[in-house]
């Protein structure tokens, strides 16, 4: 069962309103969408997911409770091409739904045997299969540095090549072993090795963080007058992409900060509200919520 990290401090922050028109950008299982659904009884919700499997779960569930929503199956990169309105909240919860981890055969966790595969639209050749057994070794560290912050990414590396030269590597458990055998026995036993390695293929394979910064700046365009953006992330990269636009948009650019009055012009256009971790009460019910962080911005 998939429990809905941040739900009530998201669900506040979107400031809903019975005639409301909000965006979810992620809608997976429908946690945040169908609390959205029930606040909204004259709005509308639009939800964006790639999973087809997703999708139709969520729509057993959102029809139950109104029919103010359209499901529109694409990447949320393609916000600004489907959506030619105004609204007044979007939301973005960038967690993997537990459904995906629990379900073996998508081959997002370590912890169950399942071809090495990590897509988030099925649809798409590109795969954890082919980065692991066909990117050269530079490319294979850079992603490992760059999306899973690993400070043995070289010797993992270097693993993966000597084993792939001998057969292909095939699945879930096989890589996680592969990386176990490559970083010192110490390392081993603060956590799980290949945590941050499957995280790093799973953002390449999905090219999730350049599909965020785009998809965040064009949100940003979206919202009306006092509409808000909730963007709840789960690791440091994500969060810091966030964080960066929002200062970006919020803030009076630096050389004229020390102006005495700032032409209007030059005046932020938006405002940070909100920058909230789950309470020791949820991560103790939802594990997965530790690491999670909201923030919230609004358009003045």
């Not at 609390?35 to 709005?43: A, Q, T």
């Not at 012009?265 to 949820?282: F, S, W």
Request: charge should be positive; proline fraction near 4%.
């Amino acid at each position: 069962m998939h429990t809905s990290v941040l739900l009530k401090e998201s669900i506040d922050y979107l400031n809903l309103k019975d005639n409301s028109t909000i965006i979810d950008c992620t809608l997976g299982y429908a946690g945040h969408s169908s609390e959205i659904l029930k606040r909204i009884p004259n709005g509308f919700l639009y939800a964006f997911d790639q999973d087809s499997e997703a999708i139709e779960k969520a729509n057993k569930r959102l029809n139950q409770i109104s029919n103010n929503y359209k499901i529109i199956n694409k990447n949320f990169v393609n916000l600004k091409l489907e959506i030619k309105e105004k609204v007044d909240g979007i939301l973005f919860d960038l967690g993997v739904s537990s459904p995906q981890l629990d379900e073996d055969y998508r081959g997002f966790s370590y912890h169950k045997e399942a071809k090495l595969d990590m897509r988030m639209n099925q649809k798409q050749v590109l795969d954890a299969y082919k980065v692991v057994n066909e990117y050269p070794y530079e490319k294979l560290v850079d992603i490992f540095r760059k999306y899973g912050e690993e400070k043995y990414s070289t010797s993992i590396a270097k693993g993966i090549i000597t084993k792939r030269e001998i057969k292909p590597i095939e699945t879930t458990v096989e890589l996680a072993e592969i990386i176990k055998e490559n970083v010192p026995e110490k390392y081993r036993k603060k956590a799980h090795p290949a945590r941050k390695i499957f995280q790093a293929l799973r953002i390449e394979v999905n090219d999730e963080l350049n599909v965020f910064k785009t998809a965040l700046k064009d949100a940003l365009e979206l919202l009306k007058p006092g509409g808000r953006i909730c963007v709840i992330t789960f690791h440091s990269l994500e969060d810091r992409i966030c964080k960066q636009i929002f200062n970006e948009v919020s803030t009076v650019p630096k050389e004229l900060s020390n102006l005495p009055i700032v032409p209007d012009k030059y005046k932020p256009k938006y405002r940070v509200l909100a920058n909230i971790k789950p309470k020791d009460k949820e991560i103790e019910y939802n594990k997965r919520s530790r690491s999670a962080r909201l923030r919230v911005i609004e358009k003045i």
